[in-house]
């Protein structure tokens, strides 16, 4: 009896601090990102590389505006400015062509070591989830594996992002319901043609005749989720391979990610190039300079 009361006592507290956290007022960027920021954006961050200036500067922005509005706390790991700046970036990709769009249904994002399990433990048998989105008394926060954070940016090649599909069912959300018909991107009048789309793509990946990851075929939630993580991974290829999946992506995020990853050139940055900060220092004199002492 006594562990029900403890544990009633600690979700009204939890509901308690979220009420709180809900009604603090939202906080705006007043200065510019520090130089490192822009460092580690620029080496870590393959669609931060493909901006114009004036976009890099709105996806700064964007970028410290999440941060000043949600935590992100380590759970049995350590978090540094490189894990806060990946989750910020998975946040801000699907929607950066909104610019006035706020995740009022976030308030903490959770970051574990590796992979967790339903009862979000870390250890024992069954540890195969990589990311969630919170409901319940967890609801309006977000549990994401630490290396699959990471690689989510390394490897562009395998159509895989576990924060940006954790994002965009946070979209999803915002109409009330994670269904894979997200109304706050979508317009009415595409909602049946998505539906049909979705029926037809969700076909393909029951019989084996689709590249699409078989995750998606799930339920239609995840469908989005998967297809969002191919748009913005390998757009070009699910362009060629699914045209009409593409097309009504594009329209979805007001984003033609095609263009933007032929615009995008590989930075090799080594000790004597000039800093990507924009400085006019070399690497290893300015945000380079922790790892050249």
Request: charged content about 25%; aromatic content about 12%.
């Amino acid at each position: 009896m006594s562990y029900i009361i403890i544990l009633v006592i600690l979700i009204g507290f939890w509901l308690l601090l979220k009420s709180i956290w809900k009604k603090k007022k939202w906080k705006t960027p007043q200065k510019p990102i520090p130089k490192e920021w822009k460092s580690i954006l620029t080496r870590k961050v393959p669609f931060y590389q493909t901006l114009s200036p004036e976009e890099a500067q709105q996806f700064e922005y964007k970028i410290q505006e999440f941060l000043l509005n949600c935590r992100i706390t380590g759970i049995k790991t350590t978090v540094d400015t490189t894990d806060k700046l990946l989750v910020a970036a998975s946040a801000i990709i699907p929607v950066f062509a909104f610019p006035d769009w706020k995740y009022s249904n976030l308030y903490e994002v959770l970051i574990y070591p590796e992979s967790f399990d339903r009862d979000y433990e870390i250890s024992g048998k069954g540890k195969t989830i990589l990311g969630m989105v919170g409901t319940g008394h967890m609801g309006g926060t977000m549990i994401l594996s630490q290396k699959a954070l990471h690689h989510g940016f390394a490897n562009e090649t395998d159509k895989k992002n576990t924060a940006i599909h954790e994002f965009v069912h946070l979209i999803d959300e915002l109409d009330g319901k994670i269904d894979g018909i997200p109304q706050a991107l979508l317009e009415k009048q595409y909602s049946i043609p998505w539906l049909e789309l979705i029926n037809q793509k969700m076909e393909e990946i029951y019989e084996e005749e689709s590249d699409i990851n078989s995750y998606g075929g799930t339920n239609k939630a995840e469908f989005y989720a998967v297809a969002s993580e191919y748009f913005f991974e390998r757009p070009k290829l699910l362009a060629k391979k699914h045209p009409e999946l593409y097309a009504l992506m594009k329209d979805m995020f007001q984003q033609d990610m095609r263009l933007r990853k032929k615009e995008k050139v590989k930075k090799s940055i080594g000790r004597n190039s000039p800093c990507p900060c924009g400085s006019g220092l070399k690497f290893k004199k300015c945000c380079g300079r922790v790892h050249f002492k």
